[in-house]
């Protein structure tokens, strides 16, 4: 009989030591290899130990609650056979008595004592792993553990031999083609326009919050009791009588910049561009005369455009002649967007998702609201900043109090 004395393995992450969860096992016991044996509990998990060994628990060292160095002696155990083979060391030269030291170097080896307890580097496994490596001439360096600390089990020497010793990983290929896509079509056409928007119009982008929770409930309240013949109201409509009604306001906005000809165009009709994604690209059809259209002529005629620009039937008028553009991704239109102006425009109102948020009204009541950003941008060659914040503050004065649409 012999006896083998299990040490607190290092857990990893630089932890020096560590506190005693639960005892699985008490004196007496008799415990087969990988039985839990003890857990310990570091600063992000309790980690469950098992028994290195076969054997009778002999002594114990620490109980629940205990702090136990990496490397100290937690468990020994009377085992068959000689038990561990005790390495000859050379005695360590004596260290010189802090107190004789000068102060700061006293206080040094003070806190450096800890690193005393550094883990080897020879790989964790139990006596029994260790002799099935090396009767089969296996490397256990080689071996990856899935035990805790990366404790190698006979599973996962079982694991490594039926790979043919060696580390089982999926193999990674690389991949080197290159596909060249021609820029064609409605693709380009969006490519020149887009490079022709960011090369010649400086832009300026204002975004500001809308508390969209009265105009939620009108919406509701119209679709409940719309006609058959009446489309579904979504939160656009209402947007666009907004942005009519600020062209209507603020008609530097509801203009086009000519620069060959140093002329701004105002419209007195506004023409509602709605960009939307389709299978061939980005478009904007057109929503012609909004401002001779009610809420419901509105909304279908957006409807009606929208799905023949997805279709692919949309006429060439219906995509072009706007003089705004409102454009929104609408469930997944994130927090804020830097919108790119439709050229020849001089503004883009960008709609961002709705969310609700607490917010705080008459300075102490707490309610939650269902709020929304405007994220849009100017072409300051023709619009001052403060001429865009007054037009996004007008039209969210509208959409929080929505009966003034339809005044």
């Known amino acids: 009989m012999g006896q083998y004395n299990f040490k607190l393995p290092d857990l990893g992450e630089g932890i020096v030591e560590s ?221 666009m009588m907004a942005t009519l009604k600020g062209m209507e306001r603020f008609p530097e906005c509801n203009s086009h910049y000519v620069p060959e000809h140093s002329l701004v165009r105002r419209f007195s009709g506004v023409h509602l561009g709605i960009a939307s994604q389709t299978p061939n690209g980005l478009m904007v059809p057109v929503v012609a005369h909004a401002e001779a259209r009610d809420i419901w002529d509105m909304a279908a005629e957006m409807m009606r455009v929208s799905s023949a620009a997805r279709a692919g039937k949309a006429a060439r008028g219906e995509l072009s002649g706007s003089t705004v553009t409102i454009t929104s991704l609408g469930k997944i239109g994130g927090i804020v967007t830097t919108p790119v102006i439709n050229y020849p425009e001089v503004c883009i109102i960008g709609v961002n998702k709705i969310v609700p948020r607490p917010m705080v009204l008459n300075g102490t009541d707490i309610q939650i609201r269902q709020m929304m950003n405007l994220s849009s941008s100017f072409d300051h060659r023709v619009v001052d900043g403060y001429v865009a914040a007054e037009l996004i503050q007008y039209i969210k004065g509208l959409l929080e109090q929505p009966a003034t649409l339809f005044m």
């Open 19 to 239: 506190e005693v969860a639960a005892l699985h096992v008490k004196v007496g016991d008799m415990v087969k290899e990988d039985q839990p044996l003890i857990d310990m509990m570091t600063d992000k998990a309790t980690v469950e130990i098992p028994s290195p060994v076969d054997g009778k628990v002999v002594s114990i060292s620490g109980n629940p609650g205990d702090m136990i160095a990496v490397g100290a002696v937690m468990v020994t155990f009377e085992i068959d056979g000689e038990g561990e083979a005790v390495e000859e060391k050379p005695e360590p030269e004596p260290e010189p008595e802090p107190e004789k030291m000068e102060p700061a170097v006293a206080a040094l080896v003070q806190v450096a004592e800890p690193t005393k307890t550094a883990p080897s580097d020879k790989p964790l496994a139990s006596p029994a792993v260790r002799r099935r490596a090396l009767e089969q001439d296996i490397d256990l360096s080689q071996v990856p553990g899935s035990g805790p600390a990366g404790r190698i089990s006979h599973q996962d020497l079982d694991d490594f031999i039926a790979a043919g010793g060696r580390i089982s990983m999926p193999v990674q290929q690389k991949r080197t083609a290159v596909e060249e896509i021609p820029v064609i079509g409605i693709r380009r056409k969006i490519a020149e326009r887009m490079e022709l928007s960011k090369r010649t119009i400086p832009h300026y982008s204002y975004v500001e919050e809308v508390d969209v929770t009265e105009v939620e409930k009108l919406r509701q309240f119209l679709n409940d009791n719309r006609r058959e013949d009446q489309p579904k109201l979504s939160i656009l409509p209402f947007i």
